[in-house]
């Protein structure tokens, strides 16, 4: 069974600024990928970042990056320069990983981030 | 390219009702799986299509059932509506069973707000 952990029902951060989201898991898997979407209010979840459970380096993409702990079960959003249009809700979610299949995902509660002037 | 895309966008039923919803997965896209978001909570899995056949199921009761078109279109059904049934309903395309591939993306459509009074 995989399970995530969001413990933080909200966020607050001045815009320019970097802020951090947290995200721990459990799973018994052996290999799995580890992903944050952002749902802004429309509804529509939208994917951000991807982190392989054998991936040795953190992913990046563009002002989105993964903090992966492997050893912590630990795997945190960061927002360099947060922007006013990032305010929405962040899911972190996982699953197995097994070659050549999309495999359910399992997501945490969220963390709703607001962005401040 | 178009995306994921769900109709209807807005439902509103009785208890007891019947109710189908649609999705059509991202072009190219051959799988489909369908998660259910109640207020405030973190998507969760209901089951997934591939082939025509369904390949993984959540926990939710056979109250709720799918359908899988060959043109990778999907239903979903939802019998003898409960109070406890209105939710978001997402629906999600990946490319499964991609060779040699792990990381298989799922892009998520604008979802299904359904209301049962």
């Known amino acids: 069974a995989q399970k995530i952990t969001q413990t933080q029902p909200g966020m607050f951060v001045q815009e320019k600024e970097a802020v951090t989201l947290d995200c721990t898991y459990d799973t018994s898997d052996q290999s799995y990928g580890l992903f944050w979407y952002k749902q802004p209010s429309s509804g529509e979840m939208i994917f951000l970042i991807y982190q392989g459970s054998y991936d040795e380096q953190n992913a990046t993409e563009g002002r989105y990056s993964l903090n992966f702990q492997k050893a912590r079960k630990s795997a945190n959003l960061v927002i360099s320069a947060s922007q006013l249009g990032d305010s929405a809700m962040y899911f972190c979610a996982m699953r197995a990983l097994v070659t050549g299949t999309a495999s359910k995902l399992t997501f945490g509660t969220g963390t709703r981030l607001q962005v401040t002037l | 390219d178009a995306g994921v895309t769900q109709s209807p966008t807005h439902l509103i039923k009785t208890r007891g009702q019947q109710v189908t919803l649609r999705c059509s997965p991202k072009?190219?896209?051959?799988?489909v799986s369908w998660y259910q978001q109640a207020l405030g909570q973190g998507p969760q899995f209901i089951f997934q299509?591939?082939?025509?056949?369904?390949?993984q199921r959540g926990n939710f009761p056979d109250r709720f059932s799918g359908h899988q078109f060959p043109n990778y279109s999907s239903e979903l059904n939802v019998n003898a509506l409960l109070l406890g049934d209105s939710a978001l309903y997402l629906c999600?395309?990946?490319?499964?069973?991609?060779?040699?591939?792990?990381?298989?993306?799922?892009?998520f459509g604008p979802g299904t707000r359904l209301t049962v009074l």
């Open positions: 072009s190219g896209h051959d799988t």
């Open positions: 999600a395309s990946s490319l499964g069973l991609a060779a040699g591939s792990s990381y298989n993306e799922q892009f």
């Open positions: 299509y591939y082939e025509e056949e369904e390949r």
